[in-house]
């Protein structure tokens, strides 16, 4: 009795997975859905116009959702140049803020290695927010002088990784911050 009840849960969970819907003929079809899931928010790629970073003390200032995040750090000295592993940005309170070295991969055989040098002095920074906020205020400073300050409002699009029949349907923005050094 114990292994029905088990083959029976079984059963229900799998067509939970499975999307029944009528066609124009009809008959129903099956579309299977995946599991994969999404997550709203907004992701944020901040550089140079021509991705050097100048060296020195840089302090940035993130404002969404009514919250002000400080971080700061110094380029070269607190980031990493290994194009594998990625420099997390201080910040209070906690942010999800990393720098990534950008990468130059030998493309020779026509598909890229994964043995792939990073190029010097160039770095990308990227922020992720696990929110969907109206609004996104960025305020850069360098050696304490003001190089970026500005209040962008972010696009948003509906994600259905499943595809829409399954959901999750997840809202998300994504954009880049170039500035001049």
């Keep these: 009795m114990r292994l029905s009840a088990i083959w029976l849960l079984l ?3 799998g067509a939970g997975c499975a999307d029944v819907t009528p066609s124009d003929e009809g008959s129903s079809t099956n579309n299977v859905c995946t599991l994969i899931g999404c997550s709203d928010g907004v992701s944020v790629k901040i550089h140079p116009r021509n991705d050097s970073w100048q060296f020195g003390s840089y302090s940035f200032e993130f404002t969404f959702s009514n919250t002000r995040y400080w971080c700061s750090i110094n380029i070269p000295e607190g980031v990493s140049t290994n194009p594998s592993v990625s420099s997390l940005l201080p910040c209070a309170p906690d942010l999800p803020a990393h720098f990534l070295a950008e990468k130059k991969c ?7 290695q994964t043995d792939c040098d990073s190029i010097d002095d160039k770095w990308l920074l990227y922020l992720n927010v696990d929110e969907t906020p109206e609004y996104l205020t960025v ?4 050696d304490n002088n003001v190089i970026f300050d500005r209040e962008i409002t972010p696009t948003y699009s509906d ?6 029949r399954c959901g999750p349907v997840c809202n998300v923005g994504a954009f880049d911050l170039i500035f001049d050094e």
């Design 139 to 142: 305020r850069m400073k360098r």
């Design 106 to 112: 030998d493309m020779s055989a026509g598909v890229a």
């Design 159 to 164: 994600v259905a990784p499943n595809g829409p």
């Design 11 to 13: 059963i229900g969970w």
